[in-house]
């Protein structure tokens, strides 16, 4: 497969990091957006020791919550590598709280960087996608937007809403070469998972049947997959990796 422009919002994250490397060894140029001072530091040093340099990464900075933010942030990658082929949306965060405690803060966080970012980085890319004829757009959703979650109203609306952004979007773009798919994460070891509440966590895993949280890199294989040339015919979709935990038609 032809070398490809990828980005992946929160691609310093634990999940996003995993998706930034397997699509450097498909032999892709990735860039890892990132927002808290460090991070990038850290993931390039790990893509450095993992034989990634300057040829196959680079780090974008901006927040994506901000639509002007990554207008500017889309427009230097334009620049400076050339425009995105491949957008993977993965930048998401928590903030737990059963409704009846749930501040608007926590709310509109949440919305903000798991639900909007998406509308606020596609927007930017989805037009050069449509006229080369050519691109792909996996959004990272969870099995809590498709089941719900106790103490995760905010999370599980947002995650819900990309699913629906998916569909939506997948049948506007796909005679132009684009496709648009989502991926749903159940529980995986990252430091999201690692902040619930110990005897919370216990219980969650002791629902999951394949008796383990997942692994970052059984999401970036799926991720890698709908971005290759061979999935072209699969849109709209919804892949579910969850070990289990939640099964549906
Ligand atoms: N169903 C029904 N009742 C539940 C419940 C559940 N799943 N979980 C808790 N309860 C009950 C408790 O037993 C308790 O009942 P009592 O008052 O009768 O004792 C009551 O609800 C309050 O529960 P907590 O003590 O847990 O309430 P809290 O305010 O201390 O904590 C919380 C709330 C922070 C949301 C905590 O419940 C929690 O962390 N839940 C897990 C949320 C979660 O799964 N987050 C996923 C993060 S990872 C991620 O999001 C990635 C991904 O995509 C999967």
């Not at 998706?19 to 927002?35: D, P, S, T």
């Not at 959703?141 to 809403?161: E, L, P």
């Not at 849109?235 to 549906?248: D, E, F, P, V």
Request: proline content about 2%; hydrophobic content about 45%.
């Amino acid at each position: 497969m032809e070398k490809k422009i990828a980005l992946v919002t929160g691609g310093v994250g634990g999940i996003g990091a995993a998706i930034c490397k397997r699509l450097a060894q498909q032999g892709h140029f990735v860039l890892a957006n990132w927002i808290i001072p460090g991070t990038e530091a850290k993931y390039l040093e790990k893509m450095a020791a993992a034989g990634f340099g300057s040829d196959a990464t680079a780090t974008a900075f901006g927040d994506v919550s901000s639509y002007e933010a990554m207008g500017e942030m889309t427009a230097t990658i334009a620049k400076d590598h050339g425009p995105v082929d491949i957008l993977v949306n993965c930048a998401g965060i928590t903030r737990d709280a059963t409704f009846r405690k749930m501040t608007p803060e926590q709310w509109r966080l949440v919305i903000d960087t798991n639900l909007n970012s998406v509308f606020n980085v596609t927007r930017h890319v989805v037009d050069g996608m449509c006229d080369r004829g050519w691109g792909r757009i996996v959004n990272i959703s969870s099995v809590n937007g498709i089941r719900g979650q106790f103490g995760q109203t905010n999370y599980s609306a947002a995650k819900a809403g990309i699913l629906g952004f998916t569909k939506a979007l997948a049948q506007e773009v796909i005679r132009k070469g684009v496709t648009v798919n989502a991926v749903s994460p159940g529980y995986v070891e990252t430091e999201m998972v690692a902040a619930i509440r110990e005897d919370v966590k216990q219980q969650i895993v002791a629902q999951i049947p394949a008796g383990r949280l997942g692994k970052p890199e059984e999401i970036a294989e799926m991720v890698n997959y709908l971005a290759s040339d061979g999935a072209a015919y699969i849109t709209g979709a919804n892949l579910s990796i969850n070990g289990g935990l939640h099964m549906y038609a």
